[in-house]
């Protein structure tokens, strides 16, 4: 009868755990990433698809990590298995080959010699300001610091290149002529745009140490009769005028709504009539509750700046207080939309 008793006893609870199982392994999928990254299993698997005793050996691993490394990378959808050997996907040939013009080192460069701890975000979170860079300001320490600027604009420019391809190809650029990039980092969204449109001409505004790092990227990419750079704090000093269009790609999220607010005011002075202004971003829904990769990124923002990611009802009230007006939300690629308006 005890028997009986204690199984009557027993209970499950009203739904499983696998939501948090799902959570708790999911810090370990970005810095096996990274670490696949290192190790060079993305570049070794283009070459030669290989078994994973193939990959042990090529890689000098044991054959228990290497199982974890495949396991995880395959389930991902990084890897696909073939009659025992892995292969690459397109994903990892299109964004983990360090030859391609699409690769994501810059990102898992950075994230592994920065990562996120628990301490970390919850000060972020606590004191509601970035914590990237323990108590320093994010951009007073890439002023200070070269080689931190060096390696946030190699992050930038592989989170731009391709979005930006996309607003360049499914954004409505057809009657730009001169453009300012404002914070355009390395010129990605400046190269897609002149490489769509050889007749445009584009200015990066960026501090100083950025705009030195952005005529390199120009230069390297054979870009220099289209674009230049102009050195410049975009709060304090004045926009130059002389551009029908003004571009703010993945800047609007640095900051709060007051600054942005600030922003698309002087961009409003600046331009011309028929002027237009574009926002280039990753949009919450309405209710601010999805999708997963724009929360995550407001979390994100938490950690790193003093901004967040806006709807775009949000955009579109900010754009619309400051005086344009036609404003169009377009989406241009991945999570990506692209929100224009124009001076009247």
Known sequence: MLLNNQQTNVSLPTCDDRLLWDTWM?????????????????????????????????????????????????????????????????????????????????????????????????EALQTDKSTIYDDQDIWETHELEPEQAKAFTRHMHSQTVSPAAGAAIRGDFTDVKRLLDVGGGSGAFSFALARRYPEICCTILELPVVCKIAEEYIASAGLQEQIDTKAADFFKDPFPEGYDAIVFGNIFHDWGREKCLLLARRSFEALPKGGRIYLHEILLSDTKDNPLVATSFSMCMVWVTEGKQFTAGELHQLLTECGFADILITPTYGYYSLISGTKP
């Open 26 to 122: 999911s810090m370990f999928h970005f810095p096996t990433l990274t670490v696949a990254d290192e190790v060079g299993l993305f570049p070794l698997l283009d070459k030669f698809p290989a078994t994973a005793a193939e990959v042990a050996q090529s890689l000098s691993l044991s054959h228990r990590s290497t199982e974890a490394l495949l396991g995880v990378m395959t389930s991902l959808g990084y890897l696909v298995q073939q009659s025992g050997k892995f292969h690459i996907t397109e994903v990892s040939r299109n964004f983990l080959l360090p030859n391609s013009p699409y690769y994501w080192g810059g990102i898992l460069h950075l994230m592994r010699s920065t990562p996120l701890s628990h301490s970390s975000l919850l």
